[in-house]
């Protein structure tokens, strides 16, 4: 794998500032914005903000951005006490 991008193939300039991404596990892709995203179909994403979580498991329902989809439904451990006792 080269450690820099082929001139040819990479629509950005090469001597871009590098934009940092920071891998989650079980979650998504955090990027440092603005970001671009070119999806499968070829349409672009697009997002100003100055952090974006970009979903890495396909289940969010506002794809390529996450939306916390992948977090499970269910609640582990002991449900909370009952704050209004009788």
């Known amino acids: 794998m080269p450690s820099a991008p082929d001139p040819a193939r990479c629509p950005v300039s090469v001597t871009a500032d590098p934009r940092r991404v920071t891998v989650e596990p079980q979650g998504p892709a955090l990027v440092e914005g603005p970001v671009e995203v070119v999806l499968d179909d070829g349409t ?43």
């Open 44 to 86: 672009v994403a697009r997002s100003d903000r100055f952090m974006v979580a970009v979903c890495t498991c396909r289940r969010s329902r506002t794809y390529p951005w996450c939306d916390t989809s992948h977090r499970r439904r269910e609640r582990g451990g002991p449900p909370p006490e009952d704050r209004n006792p009788r």
